[in-house]
T-cell receptor
């Protein structure tokens, strides 16, 4: 099925470094969502973006809704060990009945060396 | 609020056995979803329910059935389990806005 293009696929960084990842699409989204999944757990919603150009923060996390509405970015500042996990971007699509379904990126796996 | 809860957390089945995965949400959300997650495949939508009383097929519905029992509960049934259904299953719910909230998952192994 349709997927968002998320990059990088994996990152290996030192504790304390800043992290940047992005998600792009060939078509427009009206909402961008960023999730984090810890090993053995379900995805947890980190940030939701609803307006083109919007910049939203959640603690050390900052996400931006691209002006073209075809991309979004997630930054993590001063990484710590608990930031380890897989980060997914997602965008909603509505079917002919108005039901919302999410399109997901492939995920960015973040590994941190202490 | 407990959010989205799923039972059981782990299950092992033999090929041909049946079972029902349970999901409940206490957030008064209209829509509910079932996904499976396999290594390297990401999250794939099995079935969804846009509102109480409606269900629709997602990307990979074969071998599954669902029931939206009421607004809170959405169950996933495997009538005759196959090894290809070994996976981690996630339930999610969504309010009228676009976010989805996921449960902790059920790890299913079919031998």
């Amino acid at each position: 099925g349709q997927q968002l293009n998320q990059s990088p696929q994996s990152m290996f960084i030192q504790e304390g470094e800043d992290v940047s990842m992005n998600c792009t699409s060939s078509s427009i989204f009206n909402t961008w969502l960023w999730y984090k999944q810890d090993p053995g757990e379900g995805p947890v919603l980190l940030i939701a973006l609803y307006k083109a150009g919007e910049l939203t923060s959640n603690g050390r996390l900052t996400a931006q809704f691209g002006i073209t509405r075809k991309d979004s970015f997630l930054n993590i500042s001063a990484s710590i060990p608990s930031d380890v996990g897989i980060y997914f971007c997602a965008g909603p699509r509505r079917d002919f009945q108005g039901a919302q379904k999410l399109v997901f990126g492939q995920g960015t796996r973040l590994t941190i060396n202490p | 609020n407990a959010g989205v809860t799923q039972t059981p957390k782990f299950q092992v089945l033999k090929t041909g056995q049946s079972m029902t995965l349970q999901c409940a949400q206490d957030m008064n959300h209209n829509s509910m979803y079932w996904y499976r997650q396999d290594p390297g495949m990401g999250l794939r939508l099995i079935y969804y329910s846009a509102s109480e009383g409606t269900t629709d097929k997602g990307e990979v519905p074969n071998g599954y059935n669902v029931s939206r029992l009421n607004k809170r509960e959405f169950s996933l049934r495997l009538e005759s389990a196959a090894p290809s259904q070994t996976s981690v299953y996630f339930c999610a719910s969504s309010p009228i806005r676009d976010e989805q909230y996921f449960g902790p998952g059920t790890r299913l192994t079919v031998t």
